[in-house]
Structures are given as structure tokens and as C-alpha cells.
């Protein structure tokens, strides 16, 4: 059974890098033909798709966040994470990590994890 799950600090600092990790279980993150990706949802707001990483390595971000945001994998701990500089109370918002399928859908997500950016 695939499972992701979240993992990182609740509360960040304006200006400061929001750092969060997806864990992956049930499949491995190299596996063809998957994306694992990053989503948000500010509060009363729809959903925003940040970026993905490709099962071969590739990394596709949004137009709007490229210049501040960073996908990277551990593979040896099928991990994905997330890196978001310059962070500003606009960025508060549930976190989601998710797997795209093969027809280019969300079929697998995580929990969420809510992230305050706040002094």
C-alpha cells in the first residue's frame, strides 16, 4: 500500500527557508512512470501546485514560486522534500506531498501538514 507522510516544522519566520520532507513507503520513488510533488492550500484559497520530481531526476517547478523553491530526493530513505526561501506570511498554508500517476493525476497523498509562516 503506498503511503506519504509529511514531516517538518509548523511554524516558520518570515524571511527565513521553509524546509519539509515527504517519506514514502509501499513504492519506491525511482519507480517509472511516477511524479512526486508538492501542493499547498492557503486558508480560503484553492489548491496550488508547486513542483514536482520525476522518477529519473527531473524536477519541474511553477513559474510563480521557481525563483524561491527547491525539490530534492533521497533516494537511500525515499524521501522528497521541499525548500521554500523568503518565506512571507502568503506562504502560510497546508503542505501536501502527493504522487502523480500515470495519467497525470493525484492518486496517492499525505495528510497535509499546516505551515505558519509568522514572527
Known amino acids: 500500500q503506498v503511503q506519504l507522510q509529511e514531516s517538518g516544522p509548523g511554524l516558520v519566520k518570515p524571511s527565513q527557508t521553509l524546509s519539509l520532507t515527504c517519506t514514502v513507503s509501499?513504492?519506491?520513488?525511482?519507480?517509472?512512470?511516477?511524479?512526486w510533488t508538492w501542493l499547498r492550500q492557503p486558508p480560503g484559497k484553492g489548491l496550488e501546485w508547486m513542483g514536482v520530481k520525476v522518477y529519473e531526476g527531473s524536477t519541474y517547478y511553477s513559474p510563480s514560486l521557481k525563483s524561491r523553491t527547491s525539490i530534492s530526493r533521497d533516494t537511500s530513505k525515499n524521501q522528497f522534500s521541499l525548500q521554500l526561501s523568503s518565506v512571507t506570511p502568503e506562504d502560510t498554508a497546508v503542505y501536501y506531498c502527493a504522487r502523480r500517476g500515470n495519467d497525470y493525476d493525484f492518486d496517492y497523498w499525505g495528510q497535509g501538514t499546516q505551515v505558519t509562516v509568522s514572527s
Open positions: 509501499g513504492v519506491s520513488i525511482t519507480t517509472e512512470p511516477y511524479g
